[in-house]
C-alpha cells in the first residue's frame, strides 16, 4: 500500500526530530573542551547565537502556518533549550572582550532582531502574506546557520587543524539536512527543502575537510603582538650589549691612561 505525501513527511519528519535531536548534542565535545581549558578563547560563538535565532523563528513559523508543524515546534523547541545551555556556557569561559561581544549579538539579533520582525509581521502584514515574510526570513536564517560553519572552515584550512570542527557534527548536519528536505518537499513546503540542499553541500564540505587534514601537522600561526614583543625585546638586548661593550672599552682606556702616567 503506498503511503501518502503527508505520511512520508511525517516519518522523514520524525527522522528529522531524532536526527537534529543528536545535531543539537554534536557540539558537546566542544563545549567539555572549552570546560577543560577554562576559556572559550579561540572559538565562536556566532553559530550558536544563530541557531537560537533560527530555533526562535521556525517555532513562529510553525505557529503561524499551523498546518502539519507540530514536529517543527518540538524539535526547536528542545533546541532552544540547549542553545542556551551552550550560549551560557560559552559566556561564563568567555574572556571579557569575547563575552562583550557574544552579549551584544544576541541582544541585536535574538532580542532586538528577533522582536523588531515579531511586531512588525503581526501588525504590518496578514495571512499568507505574513507567511510568506516569515518563511522567506527562515529560508535565509536556515542558511547561515549551515553556512556558519564556513567560518571554521577558513580556519582549519589556515592552520591545517581540525580543532574547532568536530566530524560528528558534521555528519550529523548532512544526514539532518536530507530528512528535513524531503520532509519539506513532500509538505510542498519550499521554505523548508531550499534551504537544506545548500546545508547537505555544506555538511560534504566539511566531512571531506576533515579527511584530508586530521592527520595533518598542525599550523602554528604567529601572533603579531607576540611577535613584535620579541622584536622589541632582541632590540632591548643588542643595546645593553652595546652598552655593555662601550663600557668595557671605557675601562681599558682608563687603564691604559693610568699605566701610561705611572710609567
Known amino acids: 500500500m503506498a503511503l501518502h505525501q503527508h505520511e512520508l513527511a511525517f516519518i522523514f519528519g ?19 573542551l572549552i570546560y577543560k581549558k577554562k576559556t572559550a578563547e579561540g572559538f565562536q560563538s556566532y553559530p550558536y547565537v544563530v541557531a537560537l535565532f533560527s530555533c526562535m523563528l521556525w517555532i513562529y513559523y510553525a505557529l503561524v502556518k499551523n498546518n502539519a508543524t507540530l514536529l517543527l515546534i518540538t524539535i526547536n523547541s528542545y533546541g532552544i533549550v540547549v542553545e542556551v545551555i551552550y550560549l551560557s556556557i560559552f559566556l561564563f569561559y568567555a574572556p571579557k572582550k569575547l563575552k562583550l561581544a557574544t552579549i551584544k549579538l544576541l541582544l541585536l539579533l535574538n532580542v532586538f532582531g528577533f522582536g523588531a520582525m515579531l511586531l512588525s509581521t503581526l501588525y504590518l502584514s496578514h495571512g499568507n502574506t505574513r507567511y510568506q515574510i516569515i518563511g522567506w526570513i527562515c529560508l535565509v536564517v536556515n542558511i547561515s546557520v549551515f553556512g556558519a560553519p564556513l567560518l571554521i572552515i577558513r580556519k582549519v584550512i589556515k592552520t591545517r587543524s581540525v580543532e574547532y570542527m568536530p566530524f560528528t557534527l558534521s555528519m550529523f548536519l548532512t544526514a539532518n539536512a536530507v530528512m528535513w528536505f524531503f520532509y519539506g518537499l513532500f509538505l510542498k513546503d519550499y521554505f523548508i527543502a531550499l534551504p537544506n540542499t545548500l546545508g547537505f553541500l555544506f555538511g560534504i564540505l566539511q566531512m571531506v575537510l576533515y579527511l584530508m587534514y586530521r592527520n595533518a601537522k598542525p599550523v602554528v600561526l604567529e601572533d603579531p603582538v607576540k611577535a613584535q614583543e620579541l622584536s622589541s625585546s632582541d632590540h632591548v638586548i643588542d643595546l645593553n ?23
Not at 14 to 32: D, H, K, Q, R, W
Not at 241 to 261: F, I, L
Request: aromatic fraction near 10%.
Open 241 to 263: 650589549k652595546m652598552g655593555t661593550e662601550a663600557a668595557n672599552n671605557n675601562n681599558n682606556a682608563k687603564e691604559q691612561r693610568n699605566s701610561g702616567e705611572k710609567v
Open 14 to 32: 520524525i527522522l528529522g526530530n531524532i536526527i537534529s535531536f543528536m545535531v543539537f548534542l554534536a557540539p558537546m565535545p566542544t563545549f567539555y
